[in-house]
């Protein structure tokens, strides 16, 4: 199929084209162009969708599961045939340079064939001549998936692809700041699915809310903001809907004495600023022991001056724009609190008044653990340096925050390492890798971070109930 993925967005409802009266402008955020006029549903609009999905929903669980996982893995090449297109668009609407767009586009690819191959076992839990007790899984009805602008399609397939398996139907709302690979994705599986399997619609937060509240819907996947989450949750007890949050994180890093400072600072400035550092399991707060507290600062600065922050369209560029204006306002407003409070820059601080959303790669010295470089998720390439000198204190600071995605520890003593990981609260530590997921690898969050798991077989399990049968033949 032809698809010309850099004008004509339309939304899809019921397997058709919608456009919309309304429409929002897309920009690209390494040159505050508009880009793009995207659809701004109505309320009639949500409301068709949701009726789509839902009529769409007994035909499409009643098919056979191999059906569904077919179907599924080739939106997985429907992706693939057309990654250079999506890859041209992600980063013109998102920012992310070329080998970030790939690790997404082709890593979205992937899990939609691997999330392809999964299925929920029934689970025999007494079988006797008389007896037959089992619990089965069944789909829940219509789901509501609702995507950030940080990984605009791989976060919305990881919704996607376990809710269609399972047997579900959808309507899945991208984020406002970067709904065009979305809408392209929809309008690209619109021949390969049933109408109303899946609806893509857009539209502003106000969308999200009419989501929420939707009495059809019986399920909400959300990625985004602890803050939203909390919303969404709150509207979600309406009709007790199912959730699934994926929310915030400050992860901590530990850098244990023994790294060699050299390697693990290349890592730890990868942990930290991959995507330009928007990123929920970024590492935000980089506690080294202090044996080699300024080695590694000093080794860190200085492969951070090799590495390039520009237009991610051009050869060269290795971290790309902040996606947009209001987090780059935020991003400016918390390096001016870290200047009033006379926190020390290692490097960067300082944003131009260039064209595009560029802050610079920022590191800082040892701020005091209350300041709000430290405290708050800054989604942005400001990280903080912290100085540590006995474990049991640094893993106290590292779990004292409310979040709990994500964390990593760096050590040649593995067993040393493990001890330390094992100790911290979060959803996944890392022991000398970090940002590796996987289709078949839990992923949630503990504390603020999140409700819920995605990926693996529990977060396929998310998008169902569980169904006992207790048959008694005696
Ligand atoms: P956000 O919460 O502002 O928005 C996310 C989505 O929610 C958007 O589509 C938005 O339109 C919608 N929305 C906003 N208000 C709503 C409401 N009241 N009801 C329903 N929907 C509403 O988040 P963001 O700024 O787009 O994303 C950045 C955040 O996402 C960061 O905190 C980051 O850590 C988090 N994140 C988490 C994960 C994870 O897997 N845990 C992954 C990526 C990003």
């Given at each position: 199929?032809?698809?010309?993925?850099?004008?004509?967005?339309?939304?899809?409802?019921?397997?058709?084209?919608?456009?919309?009266?309304?429409?929002?402008?897309?920009?690209?955020?390494?040159?505050?162009?508009?880009?793009?006029?995207?659809?701004?549903?109505?309320?009639?609009?949500?409301?068709?969708?949701?009726?789509?999905?839902?009529?769409?929903?007994?035909?499409?669980?009643?098919?056979?599961?191999?059906?569904?996982?077919?179907?599924?893995?080739?939106?997985?090449?429907?992706?693939?045939?057309?990654?250079?297109?999506?890859?041209?668009?992600?980063?013109?609407?998102?920012?992310?340079?070329?080998?970030?767009?790939?690790?997404?586009?082709?890593?979205?690819?992937?899990?939609?064939?691997?999330?392809?191959?999964?299925?929920?076992?029934?689970?025999?839990?007494?079988?006797?001549?008389?007896?037959?007790?089992?619990?089965?899984?069944?789909?829940?009805?219509?789901?509501?998936?609702?995507?950030?602008?940080?990984?605009?399609?791989?976060?919305?397939?990881?919704?996607?692809?376990?809710?269609?398996?399972?047997?579900?139907?959808?309507?899945?709302?991208?984020?406002?700041?970067?709904?065009?690979?979305?809408?392209?994705?929809?309008?690209?599986?619109?021949?390969?699915?049933?109408?109303?399997?899946?609806?893509?619609?857009?539209?502003?937060?106000?969308?999200?809310?009419?989501?929420?509240?939707?009495?059809?819907?019986?399920?909400?996947?959300?990625?985004?903001?602890?803050?939203?989450?909390?919303?969404?949750?709150?509207?979600?007890?309406?009709?007790?809907?199912?959730?699934?949050?994926?929310?915030?994180?400050?992860?901590p890093a530990i850098v244990l004495p023994d790294v060699d400072v050299?390697?693990t600072?290349?890592?730890l400035?990868?942990?930290?600023?991959?995507?330009?550092?928007?990123?929920?399991?970024?590492?935000?707060?980089l506690y080294i022991h202090a044996d080699i507290y300024?080695d590694l600062?000093?080794?860190?600065?200085?492969?951070?001056?090799?590495?390039?922050?520009?237009?991610?369209?051009?050869?060269?560029?290795?971290?790309?724009?902040?996606?947009?204006?209001?987090?780059?306002?935020?991003?400016?407003?918390?390096?001016?609190?870290?200047?009033?409070?006379?926190?020390?820059?290692?490097?960067?601080?300082?944003?131009?008044?260039?064209?595009?959303?560029?802050?610079?790669?920022?590191?800082?010295?040892?701020?005091?653990?209350?300041?709000?470089?430290?405290?708050?998720?800054?989604?942005?390439?400001?990280?903080?340096?912290?100085k540590f000198d006995d474990i049991d204190g640094v893993i106290?600071?590292a779990?004292?925050?409310?979040?709990?995605?994500?964390a990593s520890v760096w050590g040649k003593d593995i067993k040393a390492a493990r001890r330390v990981a094992?100790r911290i609260?979060?959803?996944?530590?890392?022991v000398n890798?970090?940002?590796?997921?996987?289709?078949?690898?839990?992923?949630?969050?503990?504390?603020?971070?999140?409700?819920?798991?995605?990926?693996?077989?529990?977060?396929?399990?998310?998008?169902?109930?569980?169904?006992?049968?207790?048959?008694?033949?005696?």
């Amino acid at each position: 199929m032809s698809i010309d993925f850099f004008s004509n967005y339309t939304m899809s409802i019921d397997g058709a084209a919608a456009a919309s009266a309304a429409t929002f402008e897309a920009f690209n955020p390494a040159t505050e162009e508009v880009i793009a006029a995207a659809p701004d549903a109505s309320r009639e609009q949500l409301e068709a969708a949701v009726a789509a999905a839902k009529r769409a929903f007994p035909a499409w669980s009643a098919r056979p599961i191999a059906e569904r996982q077919a179907l599924v893995a080739r939106i997985g090449d429907l992706i693939e045939a057309h990654a250079e297109d999506f890859m041209r668009l992600l980063t013109r609407e998102q920012g992310k340079p070329r080998k970030g767009a790939e690790w997404e586009i082709f890593g979205s690819a992937i899990w939609c064939r691997e999330i392809a191959k999964q299925e929920l076992p029934v689970h025999i839990s007494e079988e006797s001549q008389t007896r037959r007790v089992e619990t089965r899984r069944e789909p829940l009805g219509v789901i509501a998936g609702i995507t950030p602008w940080n990984f605009p399609v791989l976060l919305a397939i990881w919704k996607i692809a376990p809710a269609l398996v399972a047997g579900n139907t959808m309507v899945l709302k991208p984020s406002p700041y970067t709904p065009l690979c979305t809408l392209k994705l929809g309008e690209l599986v619109r021949e390969l699915l049933p109408p109303g399997v899946l609806n893509i619609v857009s539209g502003g937060n106000e969308l999200g809310v009419w989501m929420t509240t939707h009495s059809d819907i019986r399920k909400i996947s959300f990625t985004g903001s602890t803050e939203t989450g909390r919303k969404i949750m709150a509207a979600a007890s309406g009709n007790i809907k199912r959730i699934t949050l994926e929310l915030g994180g400050n992860d901590p890093a530990i850098v244990l004495p023994d790294v060699d400072v050299k390697e693990t600072a290349e890592k730890l400035f990868w942990a930290a600023f991959q995507n330009s550092a928007q990123f929920c399991v970024a590492a935000k707060r980089l506690y080294i022991h202090a044996d080699i507290y300024d080695d590694l600062a000093a080794e860190l600065v200085a492969y951070a001056k090799t590495v390039k922050v520009g237009d991610g369209s051009l050869q060269g560029t290795d971290l790309g724009p902040i996606q947009n204006r209001m987090q780059f306002e935020k991003l400016k407003n918390l390096l001016a609190d870290a200047k009033t409070n006379g926190l020390r820059f290692l490097l960067g601080g300082d944003v131009t008044d260039a064209k595009g959303f560029f802050v610079p790669v920022t590191i800082i010295d040892n701020p005091p653990e209350n300041s709000r470089v430290v405290a708050e998720e800054a989604f942005g390439p400001i990280l903080p340096l912290l100085k540590f000198d006995d474990i049991d204190g640094v893993i106290a600071r590292a779990n004292d925050t409310e979040y709990g995605l994500a964390a990593s520890v760096w050590g040649k003593d593995i067993k040393a390492a493990r001890r330390v990981a094992e100790r911290i609260d979060a959803g996944t530590v890392w022991v000398n890798e970090v940002h590796t997921f996987s289709p078949h690898v839990a992923f949630g969050g503990h504390k603020q971070s999140g409700l819920g798991i995605e990926n693996a077989l529990e977060g396929l399990a998310e998008y169902t109930n569980a169904k006992t049968l207790v048959v008694n033949a005696a």
